[in-house]
């Protein structure tokens, strides 16, 4: 026997007839099945980016009403101190009221902090117009040019945002005496 002899026989592939074109009604019944999905996922797909619209639209509303909780929270105690003060104004000599106005000041500055509100006291900087409202002019031969001078109101920033600039006196250069 030779090897071609003993090895199993090879098994040929069944074979398999050709699908029968699909007919019309067929061809038709499945496009409309497809159809039909297609919809469907349009309308779940429609109804889940209305209700994300509106549920965006309500946290938005929330923020805006809701959004300085905290802060107005932390100004609650400076209310509440404003109020103590204005009260012990009677019996209290001025010391004690200047430092209740200072420990206001601070539960204040505190609120803003927290807040993310910064106080603007450029005093001694340069003149910056985006951040500084030039009140007046000063010439002086004490600062260099265009340098704060004297701030006659802090300004405030906001997480980087201005809220108020600083209103300030800025320096000039002294007017040369004019001799003839």
């Known amino acids: 026997m030779t090897d ?4 199993a026989p090879v098994e040929q592939p069944a074979r398999t007839e050709p699908e029968p074109p699909a007919t019309p009604e067929q061809l038709l019944a499945e496009t409309e099945a497809r159809a039909t999905e297609h919809w469907t996922a349009y309308l779940r797909a429609a109804a889940e980016l209305e209700n994300f619209r509106k549920r965006s639209a309500r946290e938005i509303e929330a923020v805006r009403q809701f959004g300085i909780e905290r802060f107005a929270a932390e100004l609650l105690a400076v209310a ?18 200047a430092e209740g106005h200072r420990a ?5 500055q505190k609120a803003f902090e927290q807040a993310g509100i910064v106080a603007l006291d450029p005093a001694g900087q340069p003149f910056d117009p985006q951040l500084h409202e030039a009140m007046t002019i000063r010439p002086t031969a004490e600062h260099p040019a265009n340098t704060v001078v004297q701030v006659v109101q802090k300004g405030y920033v906001l997480n980087g945002r201005l809220l108020r600039p600083a209103r300030v006196i800025v320096s000039a250069a002294p007017e ?3 001799d003839g």
Do not use: I
């Open 4 to 7: 071609s002899d003993q090895q």
């Open 80 to 97: 509440d101190s404003l109020g103590l003060g204005l009260d012990a104004t009677v019996l209290a000599d001025p010391a004690t009221l």
């Open 104 to 108: 206001t000041l601070r539960l204040l």
């Open 176 to 178: 040369e005496s004019r």
